[in-house]
Structure formats: structure tokens, C-alpha cells
């Protein structure tokens, strides 16, 4: 299997370990550990930051720089070595893996959308369980059920249905199941690129974000704050045997 998936979706289940943290020292030597984060490219080499801010150095590798971008989100799986003590980087890491994970736009609905595309994009159930910010992406873990078949997942801003009356711009997370049975849970995270929302003179929106159940109501229904200047970046970690699913 290849340790970097380039195709922009996770395409099967990442048979990875995540440990607990060691209470006395922060971390546990030789543990494997799984996160979120982006990948930096040096001018010879790249070194991944996760989203709770720590910069990871590969030491050593499993994974070629020139599979990589610039940018690039991914899911990291890495061994800590070492604490880096010039404050260049924070730890001196092995890099196990690398799994791209889905990026994309917003999607936009307006008067030209045809009936076709909408259905395309699709109204089937889909849970959010998680959302955070980093940089000019909202971050979304979601589940949905399936197994057999690619999945569509978009988030959605739609004109004739754009803000709450709070003045919060909607977005909804839709999923398009290409009719596949719901043979099992599947959960992934999708990053989406909300640069789009800023307007000259401010320095943060509120976004509302929603999706449909299974009983085709609303649910997660939560406004959240995107800050153009101010980045503070969230710590999110991940139990491995959950992560699978196969969505574009």
C-alpha cells in the first residue's frame, strides 16, 4: 500500500496505533501516534505541523518529499525520538505514514444551479461530529453509512438560503451515498477551504453549520466563529480503528 493516498480521498481503513499520553513526561518514546496536520515543504526536504501546533521533523521516514505538496492536509502518523532543543522545531519525529485527506472548495448553489447538480451533490444522511479551524480551512469529521461505493461529500453555501437570522452564513455538509447499503459506519474528515467568506474590512464571519440525519432534520446546527487574522489552532487526535471510508 502506498504511505501517501495522492488521489484526495481515504480509500480503506489506516490500520495505525494511537497511544495515550504519558503523564510524567508529555509523550511515550517509540508510541505511534495519529493526527491532523499540514505539510511544509523546505527547499530540500518538508516537516508536517499537526493542528495543535506542534512542528513534527522527520528524521528519518517513510515517506518521500516529492510525493508531498505544499499545504497539503493530512493525516500524520509518527514516532516522537526526541525533543528538538534550539526551539526550531518541536520534536524530532519518524514519519510512519502520510494519508492526504479530502480538500476541497465550497461548493455554491445559486440561481444557475440546475436540479441536476443539486441532486448530484446530494440530500442523503450524514452525521457531523466534530468541527475546528485551521488557517482558512473548516476541518469536519462526519460519519455516514456504507462500505462498497464512492461517496460524495461537498459543503454547500446556497443563495436563496444564506444566512440565519442572526446574520450567520450557512453551510451545509451534503453527501451523495451513489446508493450504496449501509453496510457499516464509516467516519472520515473532510477540509474545506472557507477563504471565500471574507469580507474587506472585518475580520471574522459567523458560519452555521448543519447537515441531514436519517429523519431528514437538521442536526449539529452550531455557529462558529472564522477568524481571518487570529489562527489558533485546535488539538485534535484520533482513534486509528475509526478512521475509514471512502469519499471524494
Known sequence: MKQLLKNGFIIAL?????????????????????????????DDYFYVTTDSGDDLWPSASNVSSKNLE?????FVNYTILGDVTDGSYDYYVKINSLTEILTKPIFNFTEETTEEVKDSI??????????????????????YGGGSRV????????????????????LELKHNK?????????WSVASFDISELQVPGQTSVDVFVRALDKAGEY?????????????????????????SGLVK
Open 122 to 143: 446530494g440530500n442523503d444522511a450524514v452525521s457531523i461530529t466534530d468541527t475546528w479551524f485551521t488557517d482558512d480551512y473548516l476541518n469536519v469529521q462526519f460519519e
Open 14 to 42: 489506516i490500520s495505525l496505533f494511537l497511544m495515550s499520553c504519558n503523564d510524567d513526561d508529555g509523550y511515550s518514546l517509540g508510541k505511534y501516534w495519529i493526527t491532523t496536520g499540514t505539510v511544509n515543504l523546505t
Open 219 to 243: 442536526q449539529y446546527n452550531k455557529v462558529l466563529t472564522y477568524e481571518y487574522l487570529v489562527k489558533t489552532p485546535v488539538s485534535k487526535s484520533f482513534k486509528t480503528e475509526d478512521i
Open 178 to 186: 451513489n446508493d450504496d447499503p449501509y453496510n457499516y459506519l464509516q
Open 70 to 74: 505544499d499545504g497539503m492536509r493530512v
Open 151 to 170: 461517496h460524495y461529500i461537498n459543503l454547500v453555501k446556497d443563495t436563496e438560503d444564506l444566512e440565519t437570522e442572526d446574520g450567520a452564513i450557512i
